[in-house]
């Protein structure tokens, strides 16, 4: 019998059922705009080697195909949705809107930017385009400017697919990114989710101009239960209107807003706890049993029941319906727990129930992770963690399997 090559039907009920469809983005030029001066505000802790992140995404794609997950990747499903005349459109006008091109600068980047096919334009929408590209333009914001300067931003933590949107069920959760540096890289997900022949005509919820909510911070933990961090980057607002969306439409039955410390090391809730299991976690242990939730279920009239806080595993379990969500012992000293932590040791990727992709690096962590019965698929990110993101954050799940 011929393979059956008919893509799996978009929807995420879970953390950890079997995965058939992810979306990546594999680090390109954006990475090679990264300097000295300016890998803060775009939110590198470093500069990658940029070949060598594009042998270690390679290896990390190989790695989830060899086990059956279609890969695809945002700058293709950019490129193709830009054939669309109606998107490409829509594409310029989210790009040059706003109060700092200036007229004269706006309208001569029309012009630039009319000549380039789709996957050129979506190259320059991802890696952005610098004042020494572009030709004379009569513009005062570029006589002022550098020859690095950029009038189209570069988005180096693309990388990151899992923040710019998030499935909930069998919809694309649109989000809306709270650093400037990212905040760009949300028209590109609306975009693909709103045109492309694959996604067009499925409903988006959220939006890039709502309140601020990051896919980071978005764990599936069961079908209809959401566990939603709430720091840096997630705020109580966008945790509230997130979950009044997926009430309304029957998509969950309760929410679990999970504040978490205000720092870089856990700007979203995945950096320190990601599922490994139906009913298991592994969870950074030096914030393990401090970590508190405060449960969001719908009431009458479209309004939110608020319940006390609780420990989270408690209120995960409750709402999961098990007795207990396990914490899987990582057993590391605190040094060693904050070294593998900041290397997104607790930043897995499930692609199925006790299968989880992991960074080698955290030797100690995934010597753990297999001690508790998970199968981890070790791959290198010497240089695709100096942005801060591992193997869960690295990677958007579209459809994976009921469980
Ligand atoms: N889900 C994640 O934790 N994503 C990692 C995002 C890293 C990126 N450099 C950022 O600061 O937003």
Redo the contacts with the bound molecule.
């Keep these: 019998m011929p393979e059956d090559t008919t893509p799996a039907a978009p929807g995420v009920a879970s953390e950890v059922g079997r995965l058939r469809t992810v979306m990546l983005h594999r680090p390109g030029n954006e990475l090679r705009r990264l300097t000295p001066r300016n890998n803060d505000v775009?939110?590198?802790?470093g500069l990658p080697w940029v070949d060598r992140a594009q042998d270690e995404h390679d290896a990390f794609a190989a790695a989830l195909r060899t086990h059956g997950v279609e890969v695809l990747y945002l700058t293709e499903l950019l490129a193709e949705t830009l054939a669309d005349p109606a998107a490409r459109a829509e594409a310029m006008d989210r790009t040059l809107t706003g109060i700092r091109l200036g007229d004269s600068l706006r309208a001569y980047l029309e012009g630039f930017l009319a000549d380039h096919d789709p996957a050129q334009l979506a190259e320059v929408l991802t890696a952005g385009l610098a004042v020494a590209e572009i030709g004379r333009t009569k513009s005062l914001v570029t006589a002022l400017s550098g020859p690095e300067d950029f009038v189209i931003e570069p988005l180096?933590?693309l990388?990151?697919t899992?923040?710019s949107s998030v499935w909930v069920q069998d919809r694309p959760v649109v989000t809306s990114?709270a650093?400037p540096?990212?905040r760009r890289e949300t028209q590109l997900t609306d975009l693909v989710y709103g045109f492309h022949p694959r996604f067009g005509g499925t409903e988006r919820l959220h939006g890039p101009d709502r309140e601020f909510l990051?896919?980071?911070?978005v764990l599936a933990l069961a079908d209809g239960v959401l566990a939603v961090g709430v720091g840096e980057?997630t705020r109580p607002a966008g945790v509230e209107r997130l979950a009044r969306s997926v009430f309304e439409r029957g998509l969950a039955r309760t929410v679990l807003a999970v504040p978490i410390d205000q720092d870089?090391a856990t700007?979203?809730l995945?950096?320190i706890c990601t599922m490994v299991d139906v009913d298991a976690v592994v969870m950074y242990p030096n914030v393990a049993h401090r970590l508190a939730a405060v449960a969001v279920r719908p009431g009458a009239d479209g309004e939110l029941l608020i319940s006390e806080t609780a420990p989270f595993v408690v209120a995960a379990a409750e709402a999961m319906g098990i007795d207990e969500l396990r914490v899987i012992d990582t057993g590391l000293d605190p040094i060693t727990a904050e070294r593998e932590q900041w290397d997104?040791g607790n930043?897995t990727l499930a692609i199925g129930p006790k299968l989880a992709v992991a960074y080698e690096r955290n030797v100690e962590t995934n010597s753990r992770l297999e001690a508790a019965g998970i199968e981890v698929i070790r791959i290198a990110g010497s240089e695709l963690g100096s942005?801060?993101?591992?193997p869960?954050?690295?990677s958007c799940p579209i459809s994976r399997d009921a469980l």
């Design positions: 775009l939110l590198f802790d180096p933590n990388l990151f899992r923040d990114l650093m540096a990212r990051e896919g980071g911070d980057r870089r700007m979203h995945d950096t997104d930043n942005g801060r993101g591992g869960r954050c690295m």
